[in-house]
């Protein structure tokens, strides 16, 4: 079946402006994960969405950075006034009900804020 | 807080070599712990999983074993082949009683490149 599905795959951005990374997740999973990779912090968590409970956000690094996932399914993260150290690969994973511990990722976006 | 170091690569064998790459945790509490892998263009894949202390995970001709005494877990692989090339994420996840449940915490990751 369909896996995980991030768009765009790449995004070139300026300093200062807001951005929008989607993320579709695997059908029937209920709890979605957003991280980053970038080359000088390795894999971060990011925030995490379990069903209608409240999401897990600790791992947001900014008030820049907010998440939302409409209708139990599709998430969009949003990163505001975008600056240099923002540049990564956001990467989301999905897993299903009762299986939390095997997350799904998805092939990520490459954020480049110049 | 939950942490997670693996040994630092990158890593060059060549085939049919004996591959170990060391991981050790710290964490509060009884987590579960994996192995991710990146083949080079693709996205992260579960390689291997052990939920508790003993449990051996195994997939691929990859194993590691969930120390709980060492609090490691070191991927391990009797002949590489070149396509194993990629790079390779240790990972914990806090068991299913913590408000932090399936947070995944990676190591660095070790670049593994295997040579013909």
């Known amino acids: 079946g369909a896996g995980v599905s991030q768009s765009p795959s790449n995004k070139v951005t300026e300093k200062g402006k807001d951005v929008e990374l989607r993320c579709d997740p695997i059908?029937?999973?209920?709890?979605l994960y957003w991280y980053r990779q970038s080359l000088g912090q390795g894999l971060e968590f990011l925030i995490y969405?379990?069903?209608?409970?409240?999401?897990?956000k600790s791992g947001l690094p900014s008030d820049r950075f907010s998440a939302e996932r409409t209708g139990g399914s599709v998430s969009t993260l949003t990163i505001q006034r975008t600056q240099q150290e923002d540049s990564a690969v956001y990467l989301c994973?999905?897993?299903?009900?009762?299986?939390?511990?095997?997350?799904?990722f998805g092939p990520g976006t490459r954020l480049t804020v110049t | 807080g939950n942490s997670v170091t693996q040994m630092e690569g990158p890593v060059t064998l060549s085939e049919e070599a004996f591959l170990t790459i060391n991981c050790t945790y710290t964490?509060?509490?009884?987590?579960?712990l994996f192995w991710y892998v990146q083949y080079p263009g693709e996205g992260l894949q579960l390689l291997l999983k052990a939920t508790k202390a003993d449990d051996k995970g195994s997939n691929k001709g990859f194993e590691a074993t969930y120390r709980k005494e060492t609090t490691s877990f070191h991927l391990e692989k009797g002949s590489v082949q070149v396509s194993d090339s990629a790079v390779y994420f240790c990972?914990?996840?806090?068991?299913?009683?913590?408000?932090?449940?399936?947070?995944?915490?990676f190591g660095q990751g070790t670049i593994l490149t295997v040579h013909p």
């Open positions: 990972a914990l996840s806090p068991n299913a009683g913590g408000t932090s449940y399936g947070k995944l915490t």
């Open positions: 969405f379990q069903g209608n409970s409240a999401p897990d």
């Open positions: 059908s029937g999973h209920t709890a």
């Open positions: 964490a509060t509490g009884y987590p579960s």
């Open positions: 994973a999905s897993s299903s009900p009762g299986h939390s511990y095997e997350q799904y």
